[in-house]
């Protein structure tokens, strides 16, 4: 498993463990109020986001996950290791398919920060808008060519 990998899977757990619960619809919502004691009379205990819920008590622990830098993490990760640089360029390039995905340069490069998409632009003009130097371009056009000529 490589180093990127592994990085996600430490951050999907980080996620995993937080006290929060999705519900789409009154059931879902009764069901998992009743596994945490509480009824749908005690709504005013509980907090909403989109369609995930947690309650007041843990918003202290919400907060601080979704305050983290992660984006930051990332940006330092790929910076600084061209190891790292290359599994994530190359993870990301096989997960959005990048060969056959007429967006690929996009899908590939929002993993790693908020660009904006444009037809004329490449993964270099990407990974320029998202602040990463000449070195880690120069990776990203290594991982390019490897997932172009199927080298995983």
């Known amino acids: 498993m490589g180093k990127y990998v592994e990085y996600k899977k430490a951050r999907q757990e980080e996620f995993n463990n937080l006290p929060i619960w999705f519900a789409f619809n009154d059931k879902q919502l009764e069901d998992e109020l009743n596994k945490r004691g509480l009824t749908m009379n005690d709504l005013d205990k509980v907090r909403r986001t989109a369609n995930f819920f947690y309650l007041k ?7 601080a996950f979704c305050s983290k830098d992660t984006r930051g993490e990332l940006f330092k990760k790929i910076s600084e290791s061209k190891s790292f640089a290359l599994d994530a360029f190359k993870y990301e390039m096989r997960n959005c398919e990048y060969p056959i995905n007429w967006q690929g340069d996009y899908d590939v490069c929002s993993c790693f920060g908020k660009c904006d998409y444009a037809d004329n632009k490449n993964g270099e003009d990407y990974l ?17 060519k490897a997932v172009m000529a199927y080298d995983f």
């Open 57 to 63: 008590s843990d918003e202290s622990v919400i907060k």
């Open 128 to 144: 320029r808008e998202l602040g990463f130097a000449d070195h880690v371009i120069a990776i990203w056009q290594q991982a390019r």
